[in-house]
């Protein structure tokens, strides 16, 4: 079958939630038998979001090969349940980079080098590599950013030059756009969407189908008043009002008739019945009412919730299978330092870690470890939520009053976390950690092995530092459990302590991992046993 190309671009205003609507859009087209891959092309100059910061991107999402890459393609892993490869993201930074290594080399003959076409050419060659990659039969492709911006202007022109190349009748353009509402008269306005439908067809494309996003109901009077003004069918307009859960985006889509209106725009019948039984269950667990478990989130970043939008999501994941409401009281680090937020960590059933980089906030998060363990609350650590229960199991139990981890403290007389060894070496700090897939071994009759009911794992990374095995010893004589080691043992994976309910950290990101229908098995632990602490 020829590839089709489901292109979307974004209207109005960014965070509108362009990402989510192609993910439940790739489910709605995998569920009709299709063989679906999923592509997000950032505008920033930024080789990858690795080396920026969470506050200006949001979370770096890691693949199994080791991509760091936008939030977006989490969602996309989530909906759709593909494993998803480094081909799947890419930035304007990569293009021009490889370019212009191109030109370097003498690739180009002494020609002049431009936007148009080696610019466009590269970056066409990285959209088809996506079905060379996958042998997909629907590509979905999401362009970052909206029309109109001068930055994603020549991935626009690249579509509009692919879709000569492979054909209109395998392409769609899907725009997703915002409608404003007045708050003086509560009228939804269209003229926004207008604009940049202009904006669109003033480089040649004219979307095939229009989302139209609101936080209100849109009447179908609206959506047919659109398809008039932007020269859309009646019928393609699809009126998007903000979901209360998430996982019910695709359902709406699916009731709306979205999936059959792009299989009979692209020429294609479904193969199979799509099921969506599963995710309808899936939301009416969440509306259930439930009993609620408090959990405290100790982060640096958390005045941008999207910095953890993968551990939240795991979260609910676990929650839903735990037939409970999980309620994230966000803490910053930082406020524990001051004798601030305290209050939050204090009515909590668990405590949350998650990973981070740089000093800023560390011994906040040491003393929230501290705090799990010396009260015995639940604790979950990810990452650096890892590293800091480590410093803190040094300092409280083997007195080593400066144990530390080398990142924080150079000149720490005790590492317990520090450098590992092939990373002493790096200098460049773009896509040099450990990253990605690397198996973990279980250790019998631990809590992680317990919860995981498997002898091995394997599960994303993105750290450079370590435990470090000179303290190995000490740490087990004081009731340390090294319960998941990398298979020649060198590589300490899971942490857990043995006279506590649960505290479990691990040196890996399992909220990569986490899926609406396969919740995590150490976020499952966590849950399980914040139930039971809060005695629910
Ligand atoms: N900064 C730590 C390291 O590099 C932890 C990283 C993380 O939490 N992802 O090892």
Not at 210 to 231: G, N, P, T, Y
Not at 282 to 301: F, I, N, Q, S
Not at 488 to 509: C, R, T, W
Request: proline share 4%.
């Amino acid at each position: 079958m020829t590839t089709k190309y489901l292109f979307f671009t974004g209207g109005v205003v960014s965070s509108v939630g362009k990402g989510v609507t192609a993910a439940a859009m790739g489910l709605l087209l995998k569920e009709r038998g299709f063989k679906v891959a999923v592509q997000k092309l950032d505008p920033y100059i930024n080789v990858d979001p690795g080396t920026m910061s969470p506050y200006q991107h949001g979370e770096v999402y890691v693949l199994d090969d080791g991509a760091e890459t936008d939030l977006d393609l989490g969602h996309y892993e989530r909906f759709i349940d593909n494993r998803l490869s480094r081909v799947s993201n890419f930035t304007t930074g990569q293009v021009y980079a490889e370019t212009i290594a191109n030109e370097r080399r003498g690739d180009y003959l002494g020609r002049t080098i431009q936007v148009i076409p080696h610019i466009t050419n590269e970056i066409k060659r990285r959209i088809r590599l996506v079905e060379k990659e996958t042998g997909a039969e629907i590509v979905l492709l999401e362009v970052g950013g909206t029309v109109g911006d001068i930055e994603s202007q020549p991935f626009l022109e690249s579509l509009r030059q692919l879709r000569n190349e492979v054909g209109r009748e395998n392409c769609l353009f899907v725009h997703v756009t915002w409608l404003p509402t007045i708050g003086a008269t509560g009228e939804i306005k269209t003229k926004p969407t207008q604009h940049s439908v202009a904006a669109l067809r003033s480089i040649g494309i004219s979307p095939n189908i229009i989302i139209a996003r609101a936080d209100q109901h849109v009447e179908k009077s609206l959506c047919e008043k659109i398809a008039l003004f932007c020269d859309v069918d009646r019928d393609s307009v699809i009126p998007m009002t903000t979901a209360s859960v998430l996982y019910e985006v695709p359902l709406l889509l699916e009731d709306l008739g979205v999936g059959e209106l792009v299989l009979t725009k692209l020429g294609l019948t479904a193969k199979s019945k799509p099921n969506m039984q599963p995710w309808r269950k899936l939301v009416e667990d969440v509306r259930k009412p439930k009993p609620t478990v408090k959990l405290a989130l100790v982060g640096k970043y958390v005045e941008l919730q999207d910095a953890y939008m993968s551990v939240r999501e795991a979260l609910k994941h676990a929650a839903i299978a735990n037939e409970v409401e999980v309620e994230i009281g966000w803490v910053h680090s930082v406020d524990l330092e001051k004798d601030k937020g305290w209050d939050v960590i204090k009515n909590a059933d668990a405590i949350l870690v998650p990973g981070g980089f740089g000093s800023r906030g560390i011994e906040g998060k040491i003393l929230a470890a501290r705090y799990a363990r010396e009260n015995k609350v639940p604790y979950l650590g990810l990452c650096l939520g890892m590293q800091v229960m480590s410093i803190d199991f040094a300092r409280g139990l083997l007195n080593l009053e400066d144990a530390n981890s080398s990142e924080f403290d150079r000149s720490t007389e005790n590492p317990v976390i520090d450098l590992m060894l092939d990373q002493r070496s790096v200098t460049d700090m773009g896509g040099t950690m450990r990253l990605g897939l690397y198996p973990c071994v279980l250790q019998e009759g631990t809590k992680a092995a317990a919860m995981y009911g498997v002898a091995q794992v394997d599960e994303r990374h993105r750290h450079r530092f370590e435990f470090n095995n000179a303290y190995r010893a000490e740490f087990e004589k004081h009731g340390m459990v090294f319960s998941g080691l990398s298979p020649d043992g060198n590589l300490v994976e899971i942490v857990e302590l043995k006279d506590h309910p649960y505290m479990v950290a691990s040196q890996f990101h399992p909220e990569f991992l986490s899926r609406p229908m396969k919740p995590h098995p150490l976020f499952m632990g966590l849950l399980k046993a914040a139930k039971v602490k809060a005695g629910k």
